[in-house]
């Protein structure tokens, strides 16, 4: 039997193609709205405008980073509205009011902002709808961005418009959470890709009917930024010059010797002072709850050393600076504050320090990559944790331990983040070697899974070559404007 003759043709209008198919003597005319990229909506604007929303000093440092790479790989000019921090004012956003008005995190720690929080909320879905613009994206902070996409979604919906592609960069954690899988295709009506900075999230969100990219931890990016200033090794390391920060704060320059395998008695033996960096974390709520912990942790260890420094790394967050800027007046040791924003001068202090104390967050995985053996604490509302230890199923808390499933790094979580229960696990980071090597040798193992070019062939001349474009931003960024509107 012979089949009929079939032809085709396209007819395309303005926001829809009509294809005309002929089979024999019926002709079937299919409608469906046309694709559209991203390149093609700037074009026949002349520029390309982009809504991004971060609510963290971490994702600030992240969109800043997306925002330099749009505009480098865009062949048009970019104009950006949202909200954002310094390093994103930097590249050219005016914030629609300041990020620290959202940086809230937790469940009932919010209940005290709720009301601002639903005004911000309202204020930037409506600035969003006069922006107009081509491209939609948030930075972590999934409490406030998926509000604020869901209820952008919907006003589009209302108004019969073509929504713009939303993305969200920093997948949820649904891998830590009992059924957080299952709530991966609730994200479908408001999200159109997401960008995994861990290896495995892509596969899963995919597997969920969610596009999704893996472009790397966002932290790698420390590497290239720091290698114009010559702080870097060729593997995912920092080197920072410590002897540079003790010479600018006035700390002996024998000190160069004490993140290295020089023992702990030589040192003592010294009588140089020992520096501990300090990381309370980036919200003022974790910070006026953390600190003062910290504080007494310094003072159970300071008769243990001939002269104890810490060294407080202050987030660029206005709040956050004021309430530390008055609280180390009261600290039982001398205390140096580096200010956020330079992470050149962020890493020469690691080097310069022993060990490090920090809040879990984004910080962990810094410390790994600058080698510095560290402690991560932490502590939330009661109701908070209480909901934690419910709902969470993995026994970890911070992302090197997490990605290699080990506990490499000693943790000190809610009730057991107490003083007593740090200063040990400080001291013997100190002072047992094999501890600490334990650490360093982990942190390689731990960038190689993070690595976006793991999968790429060639020797370490050609990888090293592809950095610059295969930088998490830069493929966040080619994904934003190769995408397509549907």
Not at 45 to 72: N, P, Q, T
Not at 93 to 115: C, Q, R, Y
Not at 166 to 178: D, G, I, K, T
Not at 226 to 253: A, H, M, P, T
Request: proline share 5%.
């Amino acid at each position: 039997m012979q089949s009929e003759d079939v032809s085709e043709k396209c007819v395309e209008c303005k926001d829809w193609y009509e294809y005309e198919l002929l089979a024999g003597s019926e002709k079937v005319i299919i409608s469906f709205l046309r694709r559209e990229s991203v390149r093609d909506l700037a074009s026949k604007d002349g520029e390309l405008r982009v809504f991004i929303v971060a609510g963290e000093v971490s994702g600030d440092v992240i969109a800043s980073r997306l925002m330099s790479s749009l505009k480098m790989l865009s062949p048009f000019p970019v104009r950006f509205a949202g909200v954002g921090g310094l390093t994103m004012s930097q590249q050219g956003l005016n914030s629609l009011f300041p990020m620290e008005d959202i940086a809230v995190m937790g469940i009932w720690e919010l209940l005290p902002h709720l009301s601002m929080f639903r005004v911000k909320l309202k204020e930037t879905v409506e600035s969003a709808l006069t922006f107009r613009p081509h491209v939609v994206l948030t930075v972590d902070s999934k409490g406030f961005s998926f509000r604020f996409l869901k209820q952008l979604r919907a006003r589009y919906g209302v108004h019969r418009l073509a929504s713009p592609q939303h993305f969200h960069y920093v997948a949820p954690s649904f891998w830590a959470w009992r059924g957080g899988e299952s709530r991966l295709k609730g994200l479908l009506e408001f999200v159109d890709h997401v960008f995994c900075i861990l290896p495995f999230e892509a596969e899963v969100c995919r597997s969920n009917g969610l596009a999704a990219t893996f472009v790397g931890h966002p932290t790698l990016e420390d590497v290239l930024e720091l290698k114009i200033n010559k702080c870097v090794d060729k593997e995912w390391k920092v080197q920072g010059d410590g002897e540079e920060f003790r010479r600018n704060y006035g700390i002996s320059s024998v000190q160069a010797i004490e993140n290295t395998s020089v023992s702990f008695e030589i040192l003592q033996d010294m009588r140089e002072s020992t520096i501990i960096s300090v990381l309370p974390g980036s919200r003022l709520q974790e910070v006026t709850r953390m600190l003062s912990i910290f504080s007494r942790t310094m003072e159970l260890l300071k008769d243990a050393f001939s002269e104890l420094t810490a060294v407080i790394h202050v987030a660029p967050n206005k709040h956050v600076e004021e309430y530390i800027s008055n609280a180390v007046c009261q600290w039982p040791v001398p205390a140096i504050l580096v200010p956020g924003g330079s992470p050149c001068m962020k890493y020469n202090s690691f080097s310069a320090s022993r060990v490090a104390l920090c809040t879990s967050g984004t910080v962990a995985v810094e410390l790994q990559l600058a080698r510095l053996p560290c402690v991560v604490a932490y502590r939330a509302h009661l109701l908070t944790e209480w909901f934690i230890r419910y709902k969470a199923k993995i026994p970890y808390i911070s992302l090197p331990n997490i990605v290699l499933d080990s506990p490499i790094i000693p943790e000190a979580l809610f009730e057991a983040c107490t003083p007593s229960r740090l200063a040990p696990l400080l001291m013997d980071l100190i002072q047992d070697e094999s501890l600490r090597q334990k650490q360093v040798s982990a942190a390689g193992k731990f960038f190689n899974l993070l690595d976006p070019l793991k999968r790429v062939s060639g020797n370490s001349t050609e990888r090293e070559s592809l950095l610059l474009e295969y930088t998490p931003s830069m493929i966040a960024a080619s994904a934003v404007l190769n995408s397509e509107r549907i």
